[in-house]
């Protein structure tokens, strides 16, 4: 089934001039980039953004990373693009991450992980909609 799914490069990977090395091994899997935007998060939509982890002890660093310098706002569209991208960017914590994922080549560490994606079909409708607007995104 055609997806799409929401991508973040995060300001670890911009800061390290990385956008274009990540984005093709996200092409290489099948995904195609169908919407993007670099943008500087503001400390409220980071925070929105991560407003499921505001309990957890690295939601303040977590913020405080994401919104030190730009960011690249993508949605991926492709055959099963939301497990398939997950799949492309490896485990949370780049130690754990498979050979050839995103994380396991970039990753800096589990806080400075290079990239998000969507961990389901809904939640992937909810965060592309913070930032794209339907018309923005071109199949
Ligand atoms: P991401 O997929 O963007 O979702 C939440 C982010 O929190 C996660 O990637 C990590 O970058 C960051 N994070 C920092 N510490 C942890 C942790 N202990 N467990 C999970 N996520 C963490």
Same mark, same amino acid.
């Given at each position: 089934?055609? #997806? %799409?799914?929401?991508?973040?490069?995060? +300001?670890?990977?911009?800061? %390290? /001039?990385?956008? !274009?090395?990540? /984005?093709?091994?996200? #092409? #290489?899997? !099948?995904? %195609?980039?169908?919407?993007? %935007?670099?943008?500087?998060?503001?400390?409220?939509?980071? @925070? @929105? $953004?991560?407003?499921?982890?505001?309990?957890? +002890?690295?939601?303040?660093?977590?913020?405080?990373?994401?919104?030190?310098? +730009?960011?690249?706002?993508?949605?991926?569209? !492709?055959? /099963?693009?939301?497990? @398939?991208?997950?799949?492309?960017?490896?485990?949370? /914590? +780049?130690?754990?991450?498979? #050979?050839?994922?995103i994380r396991k080549l970039f990753a800096l560490s589990i806080g400075e992980n290079s990239v998000h994606g969507s961990d389901s079909l809904e939640n992937a409708g909810i965060e592309i909609?913070?930032? $794209?607007?339907?018309?923005?995104?071109? !199949?």
């Amino acid at each position: 089934m055609t #997806e %799409r799914t929401f991508s973040i490069i995060k +300001p670890d990977a911009t800061r %390290r /001039n990385l956008t !274009g090395k990540i /984005n093709a091994v996200i #092409e #290489e899997a !099948g995904l %195609r980039i169908v919407a993007q %935007r670099r943008v500087k998060l503001t400390d409220a939509q980071a @925070k @929105k $953004f991560y407003e499921v982890h505001a309990e957890r +002890p690295f939601y303040g660093e977590l913020v405080e990373q994401m919104t030190a310098e +730009p960011v690249v706002v993508q949605v991926l569209e !492709g055959d /099963n693009a939301v497990l @398939k991208y997950r799949e492309v960017m490896g485990a949370t /914590n +780049p130690d754990n991450a498979d #050979e050839g994922t995103i994380r396991k080549l970039f990753a800096l560490s589990i806080g400075e992980n290079s990239v998000h994606g969507s961990d389901s079909l809904e939640n992937a409708g909810i965060e592309i909609a913070q930032f $794209f607007k339907d018309e923005e995104i071109v !199949g």
